[in-house]
């Protein structure tokens, strides 16, 4: 995760970020308590997102709605997306009311 606009750059109330996934590799199940936005600007992710599967290549967005539980991998070769979100968001592991900061969207 490399940061890109937030408070700390100046954004009062968008944060953007690149994520970048080696082949094969995957988040961790979680949930991020703000709409996404996930741009993918090289490789291809598999997103699974409250049950539901989806692909997403370079050039193709998807929405990630607030509270969905959800799981990004990148297929096949590393995989590189620019993600917008809403100023504040946190994030949670299923099953936990604990809400973690994202120190990259700040």
């Known amino acids: 995760m490399f940061g890109l606009a937030g408070p ?16 094969d590799m995957a988040t961790p199940v979680h949930i991020i308590d ?20 989806e692909q997403v290549k370079a050039g193709q967005a998807v929405i990630l709605p607030a509270g969905a539980v959800r799981r990004l991998k ?8 620019f993600v917008a979100m809403g100023v504040g968001g946190k994030a949670m592991v299923p099953g936990s009311e604990d ?4 120190p990259w969207a700040d």
């Open 8 to 23: 700390s750059q100046g954004s009062a109330e968008v944060s953007t970020w690149r994520v970048r996934l080696d082949a």
């Open 34 to 53: 703000r709409e996404q936005v996930w741009m993918a600007v090289s490789g291809e992710f598999e997103v699974v997102a409250n049950g539901e599967t």
């Open 74 to 81: 990148a297929v096949g070769s590393p995989a590189e997306a």
């Open 99 to 102: 809400k973690i900061p994202l």
